[in-house]
């Protein structure tokens, strides 16, 4: 499961670095992703929108067993 959400976050990646940002994969457990957001989309105020509309469900579309991506 690790492997196809890495996959998936490498399709994502190069939006949020072409914007000085970038995300790290903490866990993959149960359904539940955790990722810490760095760069410039750390302190962003947009960064719960990108995280859930943008990131989550990408990973949705991709990888039904997900069932949610959480910030760390």
Do not use: F, H, Y
């Amino acid at each position: 499961m690790r492997k196809k959400v890495e996959a998936a976050l490498n399709k994502i990646r190069p939006a949020l670095v072409a914007d000085g940002g970038d995300l790290e994969l903490v866990d993959v457990n149960d359904g539940t992703v955790k990722i810490k957001l760095t760069g410039a989309c750390a302190s962003c105020p947009m960064s719960t929108m990108t995280l859930k509309m943008g990131i989550e469900r990408t990973l949705k579309q991709d990888i039904p067993e997900i069932k949610e991506v959480v910030s760390v």
